[in-house]
């Protein structure tokens, strides 16, 4: 197996603020309605010192690389990993915070906790995740809600109706933005980080989700 390769240097936000990384109020989040009983709550710039966090995250997390086999060949996964299972301690206390303010939100409609955390680093515009929906586990029959915090540069998050055709949604998310996809949107509706031939930053993806969800 190759190298991996480094993690360059992110260039800060103007809008961030600094401060100790913490998450803002969530009473400007605003939902988008898709088809099928999907729904997206989008939050621009929800963490004040959402790069002080990028950076802490880069040098506290254990990114690892991983293989998988595609047909006859094993291919290295473009991205690196990191994942925190229920009763984990998380890497950075912010990120108690974050799942806290969510939970205290979206209580009253999730009706669960969220207890796990997966982390995804994008190093550059060549890292990327494939079409897909989270739906090993209880989301593949039932409604659930996956938070996602994204950190450093923005990359888009693209979201089309399963089964293919064009993409119906693009949000840059980096910077401390918050997305929440609920309803049916894991199991209806599928999303991507595409790769890009843009000059970008690295970018940090924070995946909160209930149990019994991935």
Request: proline share 10%; with cysteine.
């Amino acid at each position: 197996m190759s190298a991996p390769r480094p993690i360059p240097g992110l260039q800060g936000s103007l809008f961030d603020q600094g401060g100790d990384p913490r998450p803002g109020p969530l009473d400007g989040i605003r939902r988008t309605a898709l088809d099928g009983g999907a729904w997206i709550d989008h939050l621009p710039g929800w963490f004040q010192g959402a790069d002080a966090l990028f950076e802490e995250l880069v040098e506290r997390v254990p990114w690892r690389a991983e293989e998988r086999r595609m047909y006859d060949d094993v291919v290295a996964v473009p991205r690196l990993l990191a994942y925190y299972r229920e009763g984990a301690p998380l890497p950075h206390p912010a990120l108690d915070e974050a799942r806290s303010a969510l939970d205290a939100h979206f209580a009253p409609e999730l009706g669960e906790p969220f207890v796990s955390a997966g982390l995804c680093l994008y190093r550059d515009g060549r890292d990327s995740v494939a079409w897909h929906g989270d739906r090993t586990g209880r989301s593949s029959t039932r409604n659930t809600m996956v938070a996602i915090l994204s950190l450093g540069d923005p990359r888009d998050l693209a979201l089309r109706p399963r089964g293919g055709g064009p993409v119906a949604l693009r949000l840059p998310l980096g910077h401390g933005d918050l997305v929440v996809m609920g309803g049916s949107c894991q199991r209806t509706w599928d999303h991507a980080i595409p790769k890009t031939s843009r000059a970008v930053g690295p970018r940090i993806s924070v995946q909160f989700r209930p149990r019994g969800v991935a």
